[in-house]
């Protein structure tokens, strides 16, 4: 299974993905970030949370690119899910791939060795965004947005962050429940 | 200035070295860079910071529709933010402007690095620095749009009514190539995210400019858009000072 999907992953990367530096990508972001923490006043809880909505709005939308590029069918388990989003999710969209740890049934852990948002970065000195501050929050929005479109609703967090002087860059994923196929109105 | 010079001489933020710089161990520090770094990593307390990483990163690839979703949040993030057309370029110019600044920084140090301007070898060449309008904005033109948007801009003309007035044009702009304008945007160009990057390098390297993005669609190429760029005088007269004649 997972070696096919990195079969998969490696050929989508190669032919179907149109590229670009990452460098933009980063400089951007890192605007972005400090553009909303000079508008909300530095006050970090907010960023986080304006972040992941940010995120979680690219993540409704994200996802049916992820469907047309991959043809991938629906995740049997949560664990597959947790390697689908790792190994395809991940590298098509931002060319790494995160470990996945401590999963199981109802949650898993992505490890990011390597991230493209938080390259030349640095947190603001004042004391404070080391302790508040998530830099790559819109990430935890994205996950949550693409994966409540696949009926599966959770929560996600950063629990470190080597930006803060952690020793990795750990994101978790819990499973609240899963969603039921709701019709849309007046489709019976 | 030789590079051992530059090495010892900076007082207060010296952009080869990083930000303490003028403590009495920098003029011990041999001119290998390596042990500069090493030093620096010594005292540096508990977190490793930016500077003891390389500069030259492996170059890394991503998916332009991240990008382009990143970007479309951007947009509509200042749309909320601002009344009217005008506002949100001005605003999405801001965000650009600040990138601008430090991207500048960025190429030099790595272009001067690269040919050797700046290195533990004993070449004493001067650091480069752009001091004429056309080798800044050829600069712009070429190096930054290849670092920024992987290939150069498509033209770059001289105004023939103004003296001090420039245009970059691309006939694609990376970031706005999956942006649909709706129709009571229809003067929005979102270009000026990238115009305000010119316009932060082009203030850091001391030629002072207005620069905004216009819309020039042609048949076959929907999305071309002109940036024009707007010298201060003060730039102009400089110029004619130091080179005419």
Partial sequence: MSKSLKTLSDDLWKNRVEKVNSELFTLTYGSLVAQLCRDLNYN????????????????????????????????????????????????????????????????FSLVLDENPLAEFVELPDDGKAFKELWYSNVLVGVLKGALEMVQLEVNAFFVSDVLRGDDTTELKVKLVQVLKDEIPVGED | MSSSRLLVSGVGYDPAVGPQSTGPQVQQLATSTSSLKRQFSASGGAHSSIFDKNLHRAKHDISLSSLCYLFGEIVSWCDSKSRGVQQLESRLNNLGYSIGIKYLELTSLRENFASGNISSSSKSHATKREVRILEILQFINSSVWKGLFGKMADKLEKSQDLANQYMITDNLPLI???????????????????????????????????????????????????????FDDKVIKRESMRFER
Wanted: hydrophobic residues 45%; negative net charge; contains cysteine.
């Fill in chain 1, 44 to 107: 970090y809880a907010e960023v986080n949370a304006h972040l992941e909505k940010m995120g979680y709005n690219i993540g409704l939308r994200l996802v049916e690119e992820f469907f047309a590029q991959t043809n991938l069918g629906r995740c049997q388990t949560f664990r597959e899910t947790a390697e689908v989003v790792a190994k395809v999710g991940f590298r098509m969209f931002l060319n790494v791939v995160p470990q996945v740890v401590g999963v199981d049934e109802k949650q």
């Fill in chain 2, 176 to 230: 706005s190539k999956y942006i649909s304008v709706p129709k009571e945007f229809q003067h929005l160009n979102c270009a000026a995210f990238v115009a305000g990057i010119v316009e932060g390098i082009l203030d850091s390297a001391y030629f002072q400019a207005n620069v905004s993005a216009h819309s020039f669609p042609e048949p076959g190429l929907p999305l071309k858009t002109v940036f024009v760029i707007n």
